[in-house]
């Protein structure tokens, strides 16, 4: 009866922790997935190495669902360091955010370690932080993230990466930022303070609306393809590229300067639209493979 009695005062003991908050962890949910919250993020010990507070560390490889919304609490800390490759991140429509408001060191999510690789990040928003909203370092993919009012870049990844359906806005740098060999599909990058989207060398961006940037709508190095894209009302070009790109099937409109801005040779335009840009169609030398409409006539420099 003893044991019973005592079994009982431990069960109530841990009822008692828990809804204090003393006892919050991170759980690991029926399907494997390790689950964060701001409870358990206070707590700390989710991963090997995580100390109480932010950053959350995530220093082993596997899935990870926030269960909750996260609070940094000042520009120069991060909400959550990623220190292992292979780690896969649910925002589960939940938001990391910071103060917003200047620029610090602390980015939303930080997976920049040239060690780490083959992060992927999706559904979710990140805004109000001192650095960046997102930042990783090469083979990364982000999908279905809103990176929003961040001081520095929204989506910053390194080479070969994947950003897919993401939003990026009102960011004080770049919208949208990738290293070479990496691919921009679906996305909307608009009103940032940089380039709307910024591409590396051999990259590829593909249905993407970049609008209401202070600079260019997209700028890119060399050898990219740029196919089926919408930008407009860009404080720069519509979209400025280096030598042997493929702009095809695009819409360069009302952008301050030039629609296109070809700054090397050995490039080439077909079936694209450019229209009512401040300084003209086309500066530089790029090769018609298609025709292309300029201001309602075929004929483009």
Same mark, same amino acid.
């Given at each position: 009866?003893?044991?019973?009695?005592?079994?009982?005062?431990?069960?109530?003991?841990?009822?008692?922790?828990?809804?204090?908050?003393?006892?919050?962890?991170?759980?690991?949910?029926?399907?494997?997935?390790?689950?964060?919250?701001?409870?358990?993020?206070?707590?700390?010990?989710?991963?090997?190495?995580?100390?109480?507070?932010?950053?959350?560390?995530?220093?082993?490889?596997?899935?990870?669902?926030?269960?909750?919304?996260?609070?940094?609490?000042?520009?120069?800390?991060?909400?959550?360091?990623?220190?292992?490759?292979?780690?896969?991140?649910?925002?589960?429509?939940?938001?990391?955010?910071?103060?917003?408001?200047?620029?610090?060191?602390?980015?939303?999510?930080?997976?920049?370690?040239?060690?780490?690789?083959?992060?992927?990040?999706?559904?979710?928003?990140?805004?109000?932080?001192?650095?960046?909203?997102?930042?990783?370092?090469?083979?990364?993919?982000?999908?279905?993230?809103?990176?929003?009012?961040?001081?520095?870049?929204?989506?910053?990844?390194?080479?070969?990466?994947?950003?897919?359906?993401?939003?990026?806005?009102?960011?004080?740098?770049?919208?949208?930022?990738?290293?070479?060999?990496?691919?921009? =599909?679906?996305?909307?990058? %608009?009103? /940032?303070?940089?380039? $709307?989207?910024?591409? @590396? +060398? &051999? #990259?590829?961006?593909? !249905? *993407?609306?970049?609008?209401?940037?202070?600079?260019?709508?997209?700028?890119?190095?060399?050898?990219?393809?740029? =196919?089926?894209?919408?930008? %407009?009302? /860009?404080?720069?070009? $519509?979209?400025?590229? @280096? +030598? &042997? #790109?493929?702009?095809? !099937? *695009?819409?360069?409109?009302?952008?301050?300067?030039?629609?296109?801005?070809?700054?090397?040779?050995?490039?080439?335009?077909?079936?694209?639209? %450019?229209?009512?840009?401040?300084? $003209?169609?086309?500066? @530089?030398? &790029?090769?018609?493979?298609?025709? *292309?409409?300029?201001?309602?006539?075929?004929?483009?420099?």
């Amino acid at each position: 009866m003893r044991r019973i009695e005592d079994s009982k005062k431990t069960v109530v003991a841990m009822i008692l922790l828990v809804s204090l908050g003393l006892g919050a962890t991170s759980v690991q949910a029926v399907d494997g997935v390790i689950e964060i919250n701001a409870a358990s993020a206070a707590v700390g010990s989710i991963t090997p190495g995580d100390t109480p507070g932010f950053p959350v560390t995530l220093s082993e490889q596997g899935s990870y669902r926030l269960t909750s919304n996260l609070q940094v609490p000042d520009l120069d800390t991060t909400g959550i360091l990623i220190t292992a490759s292979f780690v896969s991140l649910d925002l589960n429509g939940f938001t990391i955010f910071g103060p917003g408001g200047g620029l610090g060191q602390g980015d939303g999510i930080d997976g920049s370690s040239t060690s780490v690789s083959g992060v992927v990040i999706r559904n979710g928003t990140v805004r109000g932080m001192g650095s960046d909203g997102i930042r990783l370092s090469h083979r990364a993919r982000v999908e279905k993230v809103h990176a929003t009012g961040n001081d520095f870049n929204g989506i910053n990844l390194g080479e070969g990466s994947i950003v897919r359906d993401c939003i990026a806005s009102l960011n004080g740098g770049a919208g949208i930022r990738v290293d070479d060999g990496s691919s921009l =599909v679906g996305n909307t990058s %608009l009103d /940032n303070d940089f380039n $709307g989207l910024d591409l @590396g +060398q &051999g #990259s590829v961006a593909m !249905g *993407n609306a970049s609008m209401g940037n202070d600079r260019s709508g997209l700028i890119a190095s060399s050898s990219v393809t740029v =196919v089926n894209n919408s930008l %407009l009302n /860009n404080g720069l070009d $519509g979209a400025r590229v @280096g +030598q &042997g #790109s493929l702009l095809q !099937g *695009n819409t360069a409109r009302d952008n301050t300067l030039f629609g296109f801005d070809f700054t090397g040779l050995g490039s080439a335009y077909g079936g694209n639209v %450019l229209s009512s840009n401040g300084s $003209g169609t086309i500066l @530089g030398i &790029g090769v018609q493979v298609d025709s *292309n409409a300029c201001n309602s006539s075929t004929s483009c420099p």
